[in-house]
């Protein structure tokens, strides 16, 4: 904190969906990945105007020791 953080740097804060008495603690890890599947379809609107809807198959979520996802497994 003394010397700041980093251009581009970014601070995410990850909360289990808990009991707040089952929380064990605070952790900083590095950010875990995850991979989206996404698929883009073009649609018409009614007016003849093209649009786009955004959607797909659910997140990979990529396992990792000292990871976000690791931290909110562990509580």
Not at 41 to 59: H, L, N, S
Not at 60 to 71: H, K, N, Q, R
């Amino acid at each position: 904190m003394r010397h700041g953080l980093p251009n581009g740097s970014l601070l995410n804060i990850n909360v289990p969906s808990a009991p707040a008495a089952s929380v064990r603690g605070v952790k900083v890890t590095r950010l875990g990945k995850r991979l989206y599947r996404d698929d883009v379809v073009k649609q018409v609107d009614p007016r003849g105007k093209d649009y786009y809807w955004i959607g797909g198959k659910e997140p990979i979520w990529l396992p990792g020791e000292e990871t976000d996802f690791d931290a909110v497994d562990q509580g």
